[in-house]
């Protein structure tokens, strides 16, 4: 549900934003929008919650780019081309990083395209498995445990008894009742 992931986030901090924040009213409207058009859940893997995550944690995340509205460049090809240099000389630096920036825009003033991209598989609505393939799963791992772990249990009391077992025939061959077990290294 939306406001248990904005609850959550809100916890989450980083390098560049605080843990236990109180989310922004702006924020928290666009992740409940999310849900609405999906049904009230928020698929994660999602374009618009990326892009919420951009503007949750804007340093982090990258900004997810609507697909086919850009292409990628290397530097080299940049400069051939823009017909620039790569490089930028001192002064263009200074004037660069001494520019008057804004510290902090208003949040409902920073660009969001609510237009949403989901994996191929995921189109049409549908977020995720079935809740009935989800518990027939989750059965078939936990029958598959208790094998497993009924099996290990066989095999520890069968070698219990082989070594019970052994130490009282040795035992007997040495006409004594003392259990006598080989000693084991670890």
């Known amino acids: 549900a939306p406001q248990d992931l904005a609850a959550l986030m809100a916890t989450l901090g980083s390098s560049t934003v605080p843990a236990d924040r109180e989310l922004s009213s702006v924020l928290v409207q666009r992740l409940h929008a999310i849900a609405e058009v999906h049904d009230g859940l928020v698929p994660i893997y999602g374009r618009l919650f990326a892009q919420w995550m951009h503007h949750a944690y804007p340093r982090e995340c990258a900004y997810p780019h609507l697909a086919g509205t850009t292409s990628p460049m290397n530097p080299a090809e940049w400069a051939s081309v823009h017909h620039a240099a790569i490089k930028a000389g001192g002064s263009e630096m200074r004037g660069f990083a001494f520019r008057k920036q804004r510290k ?3 949040l409902h003033t920073v660009p969001w395209i609510n237009t949403e991209e989901l994996p191929a598989g995921m189109q049409g609505g549908a977020i995720g498995p079935p809740v009935a393939w ?9 029958v598959a445990m208790l094998l497993i772990v009924l099996s290990l249990a066989r095999t520890l009391c069968r070698a219990g008894l082989h070594l019970r077992n052994r130490g009282f025939q040795q035992g007997k061959k040495a006409g004594s009742a003392k259990l006598d077990l080989p000693a084991l290294s670890i």
Do not use: K, T
Request: charged share 0%; aromatic share 8%.
């Open 104 to 106: 902090n825009a208003p």
């Open 134 to 142: 989800v518990a027939i799963q989750f059965a078939v791992s936990l």
